[in-house]
């Protein structure tokens, strides 16, 4: 049965093109946004380091998992499920709902950051570096950021409809490595700037009385997130694969990827938010997006008459993560929809993007006409909704329904066989009691933990 959606099914031309689109797909705001933030704020080296450690463990043994499950059976979470043991088609579709939540706050971002790459071409930096009005107005009003929205989403539907090898791999093609050259280039420029050393030094030096529990569980959602798990893209990703690409090896490169590229938006965050704010403290109090909209332009006004230009190269660096990872999400909402209901690839974009499109405005409406719904608490939005319910309630469960599915219904050797029949698989006992015992429990502690800290029954 899989052999046969195979045949009509679109895969990647090659090794690389997978590793370069999953990366692709992990590396986004999550690695340039909220990964500097979270080191910042649980301090600097110690929570790069239980980061590593947590990729290179948990991480990379998911992605195997994912990218195996999508591989074996050809198909993208939705029905990938359902084909493996049919009693468990349910996984496959709490697993489907979440891009479609994610996919309409993600291309509202998009639009916030293509307003901003804009405003950098065309004004001066001191016009952004308000205290924050101009983003507050920007939000807040009426049709500037539905329009900016609009036109990130068509950036990324043109390309996906230009298909899985005529538009992504091509792409990421051009995006990737200008994203990480971008990278290295403003990491470098901030490590230099007068007053970075302490940041630098915060960032790269582990201090292990910072190490707590609710380090490990923020590194842990981290991860999660960045790496694009629990969320059906790698699953639908994976059934793109050829049968003779080694999965492991693939794995641990985009994992890499990935890490390279949070490592590096932290050594330019992380001093950066230092310089501008004074301390640690100061930057973990400051969440969510103001250190990007807000504070980020501060800095850059400071800079002088090179602050135009590092605005803009900043701003095209995060326009280009953001774009690659909606992208993963459109393609990835719009697989399960045929595979689902037998749609063709045309109709499925359309729909997606009227989907996306839809409660996108509802979102941002969120910001302005119904900024009276707060539904989490004083001062939240509908976007804070949307981001609680995907990422805090439901990845955590998609995670942990796939590894009790796999650690004890399909059993773990269905899956090392999948990986073995196109490479080497080390470690698989220690893989296999990762997936049996270690992940569902931890996974259910960070679950309880941020559900319970966001409804005040525990305190992290
Ligand atoms: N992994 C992406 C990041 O780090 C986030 C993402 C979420 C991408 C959902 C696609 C889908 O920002």
Redesign the pocket.
């Known amino acids: 049965m899989a052999q046969e959606s195979l045949a009509e099914r679109s895969t990647w031309t090659g090794k690389w093109a997978f590793i370069l689109a999953a990366a692709a797909?992990?590396?986004?705001?999550?690695?340039?946004w909220?990964f500097p933030y979270l080191a910042a704020k649980y301090g600097g080296g110690a929570f790069l380091l239980t980061y590593i450690v947590l990729v290179f463990t948990f991480g990379i043994s998911l992605m195997v998992l994912e990218v195996a499950i999508g591989r074996k059976t050809g198909q993208s979470a939705v029905t990938a499920f359902k084909s493996l043991k049919s009693r468990y088609a349910f996984i496959g579709i709490i697993v489907s709902i979440i891009?479609f939540i994610?996919a309409p706050y993600?291309c509202i971002i998009g639009g916030w950051v293509l307003k901003y790459f804009v405003a950098y071409c065309s004004m001066a930096p001191s016009a952004l570096a308000d205290e924050g009005q101009f983003f507050i107005s920007f939000i807040t009003g009426s049709s500037e950021s539905f329009i900016y929205m609009a036109l990130f989403m068509l950036a990324c539907f043109v390309i996906v409809a230009l298909g899985v090898e005529g538009g992504i791999e091509k792409a990421n093609l051009v995006m990737m490595p200008l994203l990480i050259l971008f990278a290295v280039g403003l990491a470098i420029y901030t490590m230099t700037l007068p007053g970075a050393s302490a940041g630098v030094a915060y960032y790269l030096l582990p201090d292990f009385s910072k190490f707590s529990a609710e380090m490990v569980l923020g590194a842990m959602g981290q991860m999660f997130?960045?790496?694009?798990l629990a969320?059906g893209?790698i699953i639908t990703y994976g059934s793109y694969m050829r049968k003779t690409d080694a999965i492991v090896s693939s794995s641990v490169r985009i994992a890499g990827f990935?890490l390279l590229v949070a490592f590096l938006a932290g050594l330019m965050m992380v001093p950066a938010s230092f310089m501008a704010l004074g301390s640690a403290e100061a930057v973990s109090g400051s969440a969510g997006p103001s250190l990007m909209f807000i504070i980020m332009p501060n800095l850059i006004d400071s800079m002088g008459t090179v602050g135009k230009l590092i605005g803009i190269v900043f701003f095209v660096l995060v326009l280009f993560?953001?774009l690659t990872?909606?992208i993963?999400?459109v393609e990835t909402c719009g697989s399960i929809l045929i595979d689902a209901f037998g749609l063709t690839r045309r109709y499925a974009l359309v729909a997606v993007y009227l989907f996306i499109f839809l409660c996108g405005v509802f979102v941002d409406l969120g910001f302005s006409k119904l900024s009276f719904i707060e539904p989490l608490g004083a001062g939240s939005s509908l976007l804070d909704l949307f981001d609680f319910v995907s990422n805090v309630v439901l990845m955590p469960i998609a995670a942990i329904l796939t590894c009790v599915f796999v650690g004890w219904v399909i059993t773990p050797q269905t899956i090392i066989d999948e990986v073995k029949s196109s490479g080497k698989f080390p470690f698989t006992t220690a893989w296999t009691f990762l997936i049996k015992y270690v992940a569902p429990v931890l996974i259910a502690i960070i679950l309880v933990g941020y559900v319970g800290a966001q409804f005040g029954f525990i305190k992290i």
């Not at 797909?25 to 340039?32: D, E, F, I, M, R």
């Not at 997130?225 to 694009?228: A, F, P, Q, T």
């Open positions: 797909s992990a590396v986004g705001l999550g690695n340039l909220r891009p994610i993600y997130y960045s790496m694009s969320m893209i990935d993560a953001a990872s909606a993963s999400l």
